[in-house]
C-alpha cells in the first residue's frame, strides 16, 4: 500500500524544508531540538499527565547522567520501565522523550524510568549502551524507594533507542540480570553495517534518510569493524536464546524496517516469544504524530497493553508459584 495519505502532507512539507549547512554537532543538536519541539506542537496530542515526575543523578562509569522518573497514580508497588530515546546516537534528550513517557506511565500504569545516556561523537561506542546497562542496574537497585517492584521490570525505546533497549536486554543476559519481563523494540536499529535492503528502498523522501544513518554511524563507532559487534548491531549476536519476550514494532516505509523484522525472526528461531508488528503505510517518524488517526495514538496504545500484559503474566505466574 502507499505511504498513509494523512502521513504525506507532512512528507510533502518537509521535503521542502532546505537543508541546513554543516555546522558544529552543538549547533546540531539545537536546530534538532526546534524541529521536535515544532513537529511535537503541531502533530502530538497533550499526553496524559503522571501523579508524579522528577529527576534523579546517578554514577556510572567515568560520569554521571540523569534520569526522570514519571510515577503514577495509586498506590505501588508499581512495575517499571526503561525507556532509552532515540535520536541516533548522538541526538535526543530527557525532553525529546517526554510525551511518549507519559503515556507509557498512565497507560501502563507504571513507573517510567527514562534515561539521559551520554551521546555521541563525545562518547562513542560503547558508552551510550553501557550507560543505559547502568541505569536498569540502579533501578533495580532503588525499585522498592521508588515505589517499583524489582521483579516486574522491562526495558523498550525507539529508533537508536531500540537498539540500546535489544542491548540492554542482551546484557542483563550475559551478565547475570536484573531479569526483564519484556523487550519493547520500536523501529529499532539492529544492523549498524546498513546492509538490509530497505536501507536502499526507502534512501530518501521519508523522513529518515541514508544519508544520515550514514551519518549516526559514523558519529557513533571509532572503527567500521565495531558495526559487527553484537552490542552496536544486536542482529550480529552469536545466539538470541534467553532473551526476554520482545514485541518488535517497525514502519512500512522505514529504512530501518528490514533489521527490525531480521531481528524480530531471530528472536523466534532463537524460541524467544516475540511478537512482529508492521504498521502499514507509516514512516520512520509515525509514533510522534499522535493527532494523525491510524498512527502514534493505536502505536502508544500496543505499547500499554504490552507492558500491561507482560506485568499480568508475571503476577499470574508469581502467585501461582505462592
Known amino acids: 500500500m502507499p505511504v498513509d495519505p494523512l502521513v504525506q502532507p507532512l512528507l510533502d512539507v518537509m521535503s521542502y524544508v532546505p537543508t541546513a549547512p554543516v555546522t558544529s554537532v552543538a549547533e546540531q543538536r539545537r536546530a534538532s531540538d526546534r524541529r521536535s519541539r515544532v513537529l511535537i506542537a503541531n502533530y502530538y496530542d497533550t499526553p496524559p499527565e503522571p501523579a508524579d515526575v522528577f529527576e534523579r543523578t546517578i554514577a556510572v562509569d567515568g560520569g554521571e547522567i540523569a534520569v526522570r522518573i514519571y510515577r503514577p497514580a495509586g498506590e505501588g508497588p508499581f ?16 525532553e525529546s522523550c517526554d510525551n511518549p513517557c507519559r503515556e507509557i506511565c498512565v497507560g501502563a500504569e507504571a513507573i517510567v524510568v527514562s534515561v539521559a545516556y551520554r551521546l555521541a561523537p563525545e562518547h562513542k561506542f560503547p558508552t551510550p549502551p553501557e550507560d543505559c546497562y547502568a541505569a536498569l542496574l540502579w533501578l533495580h537497585e532503588h525499585a522498592r524507594e521508588l515505589g517499583a517492584d524489582p521483579e516486574r521490570l522491562t526495558v523498550g525505546g ?41 536501507v536502499d528502498q526507502f534512501a530518501e523522501g521519508y523522513l529518515l534518510r541514508r544519508a544520515g544513518m550514514v551519518d549516526y554511524v559514523d558519529h557513533y563507532l571509532d572503527d567500521p569493524a565495531q558495526a559487527r559487534d553484537p552490542y552496536a548491531s544486536p542482529l550480529f549476536a552469536a545466539d538470541l536464546a534467553g532473551l526476554p519476550p520482545a514485541l518488535v514494532m517497525t514502519m512500512e516505509f522505514d529504512p530501518l524496517r528490514d533489521e527490525g523484522e531480521a531481528y524480530a525472526r531471530r528472536l523466534l528461531e532463537a524460541g524467544v516469544p516475540t511478537r512482529l508488528l508492521r504498521w502499514a503505510g507509516q514512516i520512520h517518524g509515525s509514533a510522534l504524530f499522535s493527532r494523525l488517526p491510524g498512527s502514534a495514538s493505536d502505536y502508544h496504545r500496543v505499547v ?9 503474566r508475571h503476577g499470574a505466574t508469581a502467585e501461582a508459584v505462592r
Not at 512495575?79 to 530527557?94: N, Q, T
Not at 540492554?168 to 519493547?184: I, N, S, T
Open 79 to 94: 512495575p517499571a520501565h526503561l525507556y532509552i530515546h532515540g535520536g541516533g546516537f548522538w541526538l535526543g534528550s530527557l
Open 158 to 198: 525507539e529508533s537508536a533507542g531500540g537498539n540500546l533497549a535489544a542491548v540492554v536486554a542482551l546484557m542483563a543476559r550475559d551478565r547475570g540480570g536484573p531479569e526483564l519481563l519484556l523487550q519493547l523494540l520500536g523501529i529499532p536499529v539492529c544492523d549498524l553495517t546498513l546492509s538490509q535492503p530497505s
Open 304 to 312: 500499554a497493553d504490552a507492558l500491561r500484559e507482560a506485568y499480568a
